[in-house]
């Protein structure tokens, strides 16, 4: 049997046992506070202050709180309502009345020499400033995922990692997770054979952010602070807050937000250590029209010579794939494997009967601490090198998309053709348009470029080099400047 009729075989098999034991949703398992608290005495508390105190912020406030070795001492939040209520206010209630200091602008945090940790919650175009900026003040960083807006600053972020010697965990939860990490060991062992191709999903339902036009910022934020390396422009969305994640400047899209964690477990399972040979994406942002710039549906394929990741990105409404919605998925030549959970995964027979199933929590933030603690950054099940990694090969999914064109969806099938794995994929996204009542006939689809990569150089390569390769950085808003290499 070929490698590629196998893979079909696998694929399209009879996957009713793994939809019945796979099926779940993406949650992340919490620890007790009685689990997460350590013993420990006044004088061997770590300050900390969190940035961010939106969304995944409350993760990071709750935490620290549940920890006795361990004391919230400020909030930096570029909205001040945020800052207050869901920050000081927040902390104070759990910590005996002691309230963190609160400040608006990040800048004011670096030079305490109380605080030890930096904690990174902010919007994507603000976690390599924020990360650099606590490296060389001397603190250890948990950034939020993805480490980086761009490649370029992720890969600043581990220099200055290296140089200054700190601690610095991604906020790629998984990776500690007991039961994800057994069932890689497990894949790795060569239970499943050889395993040439992983497929990322992020089937998750995404609406309207509202129509595109000109809106007031709240009263309550400094928009200088908050826009920070980003170009200074009007709001053209109804909602300040989390929707950034859809406009270019701020956000990478669903790829770049949930999708990330998904990637880096692909990348991880397959045991690669740097952003591929190539990379081709498409999709389009369909369904409706709105405020939002990214793509809802967009598959990227990156190359890396005798294996291959697919990403899918569907933000309309779907069904899963072989029990996953948010997941990975492994295809070996012995069975497959699918992740598709925060805690663990299952594994199968090329026939779809189960073989061995995965399910452990894990905490993420205690992995930090204990590092922090050691001084080992190897104790790290996600140093900061591992996060630039798998968010580059998101942001590489996306220059691709951005230097795409349209082209009607006929056209766009027929050029992928000639690659099974794209191909292959294109008919589902196909169908799964049709089934949300889009006309694939007299619609265009953003056909990405096929950029060639020197994956450890981290540069394009080939015919589009010129092209693309000024996307892998941005013009920053001064002051808000990422330092070069030299200056980290």
């Keep these: 049997m070929s490698k590629q009729t196998r893979r ?80 000081v206010e927040t902390v104070a209630k759990h910590q005996d009345g002691e309230k963190p200091a609160y400040h608006k602008d990040l800048r004011h945090v670096m030079d305490d020499k109380n605080i030890d940790i930096i904690s990174i919650a902010t919007p994507n175009h603000w976690h390599a400033l924020a990360a650099i900026w606590a490296i060389k003040a001397g603190k250890d960083v948990y950034l939020e995922k993805p480490v980086s807006h761009n490649v370029s600053e992720g890969r600043r972020i581990v220099q200055a990692a290296r140089k200054h010697k700190k601690i610095v965990q991604t906020g790629t939860q998984i ?43 709240p009263s309550s934020v400094d928009f ?45 399972g397959l045991g690669v ?18 405020a939002g710039e ?27 794939l072989q029990g996953a919605k948010v997941g990975v998925i492994f295809y070996g030549h012995d069975g497959y494997l699918v992740i598709n959970d925060y805690s663990g995964g299952t594994a199968f027979d090329p026939q779809g009967n189960l073989v061995q199933s995965f399910n452990a929590g894990g905490n993420h933030f ?25 968010s580059a090969l998101c942001h590489l999914g996306n220059v691709s998309y951005r230097l795409g064109s349209q082209v009607p969806a006929k056209e766009v099938q027929e050029r992928l053709a000639a690659n099974d794995e794209t191909h292959g994929t294109f008919e589902r996204v196909a169908n799964h348009l049709a089934e949300n009542g889009l006309d694939l006939a007299n619609m265009k689809l953003q056909l990405g470029a096929q950029l060639t990569l020197d994956g450890k150089a981290e540069v394009f390569t080939g015919p589009m080099a010129a092209t693309a390769n000024p996307w892998l950085t941005r013009e920053y808003r001064k002051p808000f400047v990422v330092p070069a290499e030299s200056e980290v």
């Excluded at 009007?234 to 270019?248: K, N, V």
């Excluded at 104790?379 to 996060?387: P, R, S, T, W, Y």
Aim: a neutral charge; aromatic letters at 8%.
């Design 175 to 217: 990776r500690s997770s007991k039961g994800v990490r057994d069932a890689i060991e497990y894949m790795n062992a060569g239970k499943l054979g050889e395993v040439t191709l992983a497929r990322g999903l992020c089937y998750k339902g995404r609406g309207s952010i509202g129509p595109r036009g000109n809106y007031e910022v």
């Design 294 to 320: 990214t793509a809802n549906t967009q598959v990227s394929v990156h190359d890396y010579g005798d294996k291959t990741l697919v990403f899918e990105v569907r933000g309309l409404k779907t069904e899963d």
């Design 366 to 390: 205690g992995n930090f601490i204990d590092a922090v603690r050691s001084r080992k950054s190897e104790e790290l099940h996600a140093d900061v090198l591992e996060g630039h990694l798998s």
């Design 8 to 87: 079909e075989f696998l694929e399209n098999s009879m996957f009713a046992t793994a939809a019945a034991v796979a099926a779940g949703t993406a949650k992340l398992p919490r620890l007790s506070a009685a689990e997460e608290k350590k013993p420990t005495s006044p004088n061997d508390v770590l300050r900390v202050a969190c940035l961010g105190i939106r969304g995944r912020g409350q993760s990071h406030l709750e935490a620290y709180l549940k920890r006795s070795d361990c004391r919230i001492v400020a909030i930096v939040d570029p909205d001040e309502a945020v800052g207050q209520k869901n920050g």
């Design 224 to 268: 200088d602070i908050w826009t920070g390396p980003a170009p200074m422009k009007p709001l053209t969305r109804p909602r300040l807050h989390y929707d950034w994640h859809w406009i270019w400047d701020t956000g990478n899209g669903d790829l770049g937000n949930q999708g990330i964690h998904q990637m880096d477990i692909a990348r991880w």
């Design 273 to 290: 250590d740097d952003i591929g040979r190539g990379v081709l994406s498409y999709g389009g942002r369909l369904g409706y029209e709105d």
